[in-house]
């Protein structure tokens, strides 16, 4: 069975620094694309950030970028997104998701329970 | 950058009524959507890929269908546990996705 197991969000000051993890499990990991979607409170779906099989290519929202590192490390299986400068408006509860291609496109399956972000003072 | 709009915005319907939810794409960039289904306090859950193709485990009343800029999510005949939020993503440039504002189904 694929699962992904978000970790390491929690309350955090503005202008500080966290590291969410991404554990998979039950696929062949570095053969798969991942990627970040958050989810303010009541609010829609937004991505943040994806990164290729290889880790070599990044991408990311540009509420993201220059802020935001998507890493991962193939011989632990797990995918980071490092957080710096957070801002109010980073908190979210943030997804992990992998990318499944298809012939034409992809689409992002499974995801994660996924991991509370709060930014406050 | 492509844009969905989703609507109606919220839809109330009785179990075992027919449910439309229609997503539009500002621009004809990626003619393929998919389509997912979160639930309170759950990630969301993958119901329909390339325009009509159902997930696995997907029960038949889903269906998907569409081209171009124009897509509809269709539950044939609604049961309880379909009372969600549903959201269509599309892929957005290289390695982002972007999605539509969500469609919430009450039942």
């Known amino acids: 069975e694929v699962q992904l197991l978000e970790s390491g969000g929690g309350l955090i000051q503005p202008g500080g620094s966290l590291r969410l993890s991404c554990a998979a499990s039950?696929?062949?990991?570095?053969?798969?694309?991942m990627t970040w979607v958050r989810q303010a409170p009541g609010k829609g779906l937004e991505w943040v950030s994806g990164?290729?099989?290889?880790?070599?290519?990044?991408y990311y929202a540009d509420s993201a970028k220059g802020r935001f590192t998507v890493s991962r490390d193939s011989s632990k299986n797990t995918v980071y997104l490092h957080m710096n400068s957070l801002r109010v408006e980073d908190t979210a509860v943030y997804y992990c998701?992998?990318?499944?291609?298809?012939?034409?496109?992809?689409?992002?399956?499974?995801w994660g329970q996924g991991t509370l972000v709060t930014v406050s003072s | 950058e492509v844009v969905l709009t989703q609507s109606p915005a919220t839809l109330s319907l009785s179990p075992g009524e027919r449910a439309t939810l229609s997503c539009r794409a500002s621009?004809?960039?990626?003619?393929?959507l998919a389509w997912f289904q979160q639930k309170r306090g759950q990630a969301p859950r993958l119901l329909i890929y390339?325009?009509?193709k159902r997930a696995t485990g997907i029960p038949a009343r889903f269906s998907g269908s569409g081209s171009e800029t124009d897509f509809t999510l269709t539950i044939s005949s609604l049961e309880p546990e379909d009372s969600a939020v549903y959201y269509c993503?599309?892929?957005?440039?290289?390695?982002?996705?972007?999605f539509g504002p969500g469609t919430k189904v009450d039942l």
């Open positions: 993503q599309q892929r957005s440039g290289p390695g982002g996705f972007t």
């Open positions: 621009q004809s960039l990626s003619t393929y």
């Open positions: 990164i290729s099989g290889s880790g070599e290519s990044t």
């Open positions: 998701a992998r990318v499944v291609p298809t012939y034409y496109t992809s689409h992002t399956d499974p």
């Open positions: 390339d325009v009509s």
């Open positions: 039950g696929f062949t990991f570095n053969t798969y694309a």
